[in-house]
C-alpha cells in the first residue's frame, strides 16, 4: 500500500520543511566564532554551500524528479547498484539522521533550560520524550500536519533575524572578517574546529526526497523549492553572523547561544527572550522535519524485503508509515536519554558522508546506465557539469572522514560495518522464515 492518500504537501509546505530540515535559523554556528576566528567562520559560511550544499542540492534535484519514489537514497542508489548498496545507502543516512533527531531533543530541552530552572534529571529526560512523541503525534497525521507545523516553527526560527541584522547593520563599527584566523591557533586546527560544525549546517537537503510521493507535482516543487531554500540558507547564516561581529564584536566570547547575548546587547530583553524561544523552537523543528524523512526509508526499505515487513504498516486513516514512524521515535527516546549533544553527534559525520559517496556515484553512473528515465531536471553543463558537481564533493566526504580524528574513527567504523552486518544478519533470519507479516494501521 502506498502513501499519501490524505491531501498532499503543496509547493510552499515543501519550502518550509525543508528550510527546517536543513537550518530553521543560524542557531548553533556561533562555536564557529570562538573556535576558529571571524573571517575563518565567514570564509567557511561562503565556500561550503558551493562545495558541499549545493552538489548535494543539484544531485538530489535529479535524482528525486528522476525517481520520485518513497525512500529517497535509498531507492536511487539502489536503482543505481542494486540491493546491497542500496541497503547500505539507506541505513547509513537513517542512521545518521536518527542520532541527529535524539540531539535536536536533547538541544530543544537543554535550551528551555536556560530559561525554565530545574530542568535537569529526569524533568530533562521527562521533557525529551514528551518533545519526540508529540513530534511522532504530529508526523502520523501526515505531511499535511508536519508542513503546517514547519511554517510555525520557520516563523518563530526566522523572525528574530532579521531585526538583529538591521539593529547590527545601523550599529555597525568595525570590520567583521578580523582577525581572520584565531590568533592562538594555526590555520589547519582552526579551520578544523570548525569545519565540521559547518558542515553540519549545511547538510539535509537530500533528505525530503524521501517524501517524493507525498509532494503535488514532485518533478516541478523539488528542484523549484531548492531554489528557493539554498539561498535562503546561506544568507540566513552569514547576514546575522556579519552583522553581529560588525556591531557587538566580542568574537572570543562566541559559543552556543551567543546570537542571544548579541541580541540582547542590540535589542534588549525582548528581542533577547524571542531569540531564546527561536532558539529553542529550532531544534523542535528540525527534528518534526527529520522524523518525517527518516521514517520513509525504513518503510521503504521494508517493503522492498530488507527489513522487517512490519515496518511497512500503513496509517488506515492517513496512509502515513505509522509502524516505521513509532519505530523511529522509540529509537530516537533511547538515544535521547543520559546523553549529551556531543556524545550523540559522534558518528554522524562519517554515516552522512559514506551516503552521500553513494549518492553521487549513483547519480553519475544512472547517467550512464540509463539514459532512459526521465529528467525534468538535470544537473547543468552535461558530463563536465556532472563531473564538476561531483567528484569535489565526494573528495570533500573523504577529508571529512580523514579529519575526524582517532576519537571518532572506532565509533565511526562501527557505525558503516553496522550496514553489511544488519544487511547479512537480516537476510539470514528470513531464510529461516523469521518476519512478522504487515500489520494493519490503527
Known sequence: MGLGRERKASLWQLVFLMYTISAAGAYGLEGIVGESGPGLTLLLLLALPFLWSVPISLASAELATMLPQEGGIYRWVREAFGDFWGFQAGWWNLGANTVN??????????????????????????????????????????????????????????????????????????NPFLPIVHPDKGISEALRAGFFIALWLYSGYEQLGAVAEEVEDPRRAYPTALLIVVPWVVLGYIVPTACALGSVGSWKEWGEGYFTTAATLLG??????????????????LLNSTLLATS???????????????????????????????????????????????GLITIYAWLLVASYVLLYLALMRLRRTRPDLPRPYRVPGGRAGLLLVCLPAIALCLV???WGGKEKALAGTIGLVSGPAVFLLYRLARRFGFDAPVRPGP
Open 101 to 174: 533527531n535524539a540531539a535536536y531533543a536533547v538541544l530543544f530541552t537543554d535550551y528551555l533550560g536556560r530559561y525554565v530552572p530545574g530542568i535537569e534529571g529526569w524533568r530533562h529526560t521527562a521533557i525529551c520524550l514528551v518533545v519526540i512523541w508529540a513530534l511522532v503525534y504530529a508526523n502520523v497525521r501526515g505531511i499535511r500536519t508536519a508542513g503546517w507545523l514547519s511554517l510555525l516553527f520557520t516563523f518563530l526560527c526566522f523572525a528574530p533575524f532579521p531585526i538583529l541584522s538591521l539593529l547590527g547593520a545601523l550599529h555597525w563599527r568595525s
Open 268 to 285: 534588549g530583553p525582548a528581542l533577547g527572550l524571542l531569540m531564546l524561544v527561536g532558539a529553542t523552537v529550532s531544534n523542535a523543528a
Open 296 to 342: 520513509r526509508i525504513p518503510f521503504s526499505m521494508a517493503r522492498g524485503g530488507f527489513l522487517p515487513r512490519a515496518l511497512a504498516a500503513t496509517h488506515r486513516r492517513h496512509g502515513t508509515p505509522w509502524a516505521s514512524i513509532v519505530a523511529g521515535g522509540v529509537v530516537c527516546s533511547l538515544l535521547s536519554v543520559g546523553h549529551g549533544f556531543a
Open 400 to 402: 571529512t572522514i580523514a
